[in-house]
């Protein structure tokens, strides 16, 4: 890696408000790049399209549900 590279990414900033965190990846500290993988930053856009289902926070696959709970709709479906 260059020199210039590396000061140039030094020199910025989490952009999180008010974390003076040196950059990591994807505008984002170390701390809030891993939150924000697990799709835990508030007010920043998520790194995939979450489950729709209220407090679920797995990535959402067809339908815009995870996979546990298209399973379960499944389930219900067919017993009823």
């Known amino acids: ?10 020199e910025r900033k989490c952009s999180v408000a008010n974390c003076k965190r040196p950059y990591r990846a994807k505008g984002y500290c170390g701390t809030h790049y891993k939150l924000w993988r697990r799709g835990e930053v508030e007010g920043h ?11 679920c926070k797995k990535p959402a696959g067809r339908y815009g549900v995870c996979e546990e709970h298209r399973a379960k709709a499944g389930e219900a479906a067919a017993a009823g």
């Open 45 to 55: 856009k998520a790194r995939y399209k979450l489950c729709s289902k209220e407090g």
């Open 1 to 10: 890696m260059s020199e210039a590279t590396e000061t140039k990414s030094a």
